[in-house]
């Protein structure tokens, strides 16, 4: 019989749609609210407190508004009435963004003096923080009138992004093929994992030919893409003084670009256990070549693992209670309340995520396939949920959004926990090898492969402020390069040399060094809760529920990672180095 699978409950937000009309009427007086302040910002203290006030009052509506209208899109794609009240709740926002632009210019124009007596009004004390951060974008913000220019270009500015956007998802096509089982499909980006992860070594390599041949025909349009993109970031940086475009990138987290820098310098310093790690891969599957098209493949080709969803239920909470009993209670929330959607249904948003907003579960979409994979998948959106919910919890509205530079860390470190709560239970040593497989697949992913990536960002932003072209000869001849370097001993398959122009993640400027750092951090901070450090678990429930309330290096300081040295990177690799002698043991 089949499981009858959780699905999210909407009403917290909206019993229904109509409750939801009601509110989305009421959304442009919000806004006016809290547009009438304009002008005056500068008269009191009591008045500036009203104006943040309107202004949180505005976004916090706006934000339900949103998250109500694409949750229930997401639960059918199909459902034209709900595909249309996303596009309605998008575009009354951009309409409205006017009434909401004036305030960061006018906060800036005020004099300094002025602006001291202010922030000294004990009236104020509680939005000094997010005013000085605001105060600290001063040397960077253009005049009212240029700014105002600046935000007309918006969508002229990005429109190159858009283009490799519609090229990669929607106008490529790359033909289909057979399976390890005989199977003709379409490969695909979505299913382009699968046939990297084919036992079939002759199948991984076709369909790695056959995707790059697609990308080497458009190389050259896609090199022109990626060059706007670049040029954009480093123009931008230029016209808001920044001395480089990776500090522009980093400005708005109070990121310094020695963090960047040293997880780079860090990582290739830590290369020769990765390197390790690949002739143990060549070891295992009887190959003198490990070529690129062979690292997503499964060592035990015959290990297939299942599990319910109350299987991976029990697995979860059971994982997690290293967390202590606040947590625990909380997180036995995420069923009881229905945050979570899990069923397969055909219109249903692909992947996974957490969402939700101040006033709503922090929910959780994903697509349950009885796979011990998606028992890690709610797990890591389990991470994000239970951040999000304590920080709701123990913060103001105002404060209670985190950054994405530690938005992967409460995700990953609960990962981490469900890997070593299974090798704690396991005793078959063929499902322990899985598992200490998979945590090196994904640090190598995660550490070795985003630092690469965000190494490869460094170079051709350097390259375009330095006025050399980035032609499509260029990119591959430095993606080549630094793709050698990292991966060692490997004979790599030339077309490697053509990822770049695959990868969305290069136009996201300077994102992916995050996916790195917050693996890093996670690591630190479950290898302490799990070692059961004195405050480590208090420490671990703090930064959960610091929200935004203070800068992310301080908030991760405080629980224990201090990513302003190399430790929580070099201490990161030194586990992976255990996990792959502990996979050697296992498999002789």
Known sequence: MKENLVTWDLSVLYPDTESWEKEFAALEAAADRFYSFKGRLAESPELLKAAIEASDEFDR???????????LCDENTSIGPNRARVDRISAKLSALSEKESWFDPEIMAIPDERMQELLNAPLLAFYRRSLLELLREKPHTLSEAEERLLGTLGDVLGNSDEIFSTMNDTDMSFGRLRDSEGKLLDLTHGSWGSFMEAPDRKVRKKAFHQLYRQYRQYRNTLAATLDGTVKRHVTMAKIRHFDTPLQAALFSENIPENIYNNLIS??????????????????IMELDDLNMYDLYAPL???LNQKCSFAEASKM??????????????????????RWIDAPCRKGKRSGAYSGGCYDSYPYILMSFDNRLSDAFTLAHELGHSMHSAFSRSNQHYHYAGYEIFVAEVASTCN????????????????????????LADDIRATIYRQTMFAE???????????????????????????????????????????????????YYNFYVYKYATGMAAALKLSKGILAGEAGAQERYLNFLKAGGSKDVLDILKDAGADLTTPEPVNDALAFFGETVEELRKLLG
Do not use: M
């Not at 860090?266 to 070891?283: C, E, G, S």
């Not at 909470?317 to 309340?337: D, F, I, M, N």
């Open 316 to 337: 979860v909470k059971e994982s997690l209670t290293v967390l202590g009993p606040e947590y625990t209670a909380l997180l036995e929330k995420a069923w009881s309340q």
């Open 61 to 71: 509506l706006a934000e339900k508004l949103y998250t109500y209208a694409h949750l």
């Open 266 to 283: 860090t990582v290739r310093k830590n290369l020769p256990q990765l390197h390790n790690y690949f002739d143990l891969r060549a070891k």
């Open 456 to 506: 490869f960002e460094k170079l051709i932003h350097e390259d375009s402020a330095a006025e050399i072209p980035l032609t499509a000869d260029h990119l591959c001849e430095k993606y080549y390069a630094l793709n050698a370097g990292y991966h060692g001993f490997i004979k790599a398959d030339r077309d490697i040399e053509l990822e770049w122009s695959r990868i969305p993640h290069f």
């Open 300 to 302: 035990q080709p015959e």
């Open 415 to 438: 990962e981490l926990l469900l890997s070593s709560y299974l090798l704690r239970q396991e005793s078959d040593p063929k499902v322990k090898a899985s598992i200490y497989t998979r």
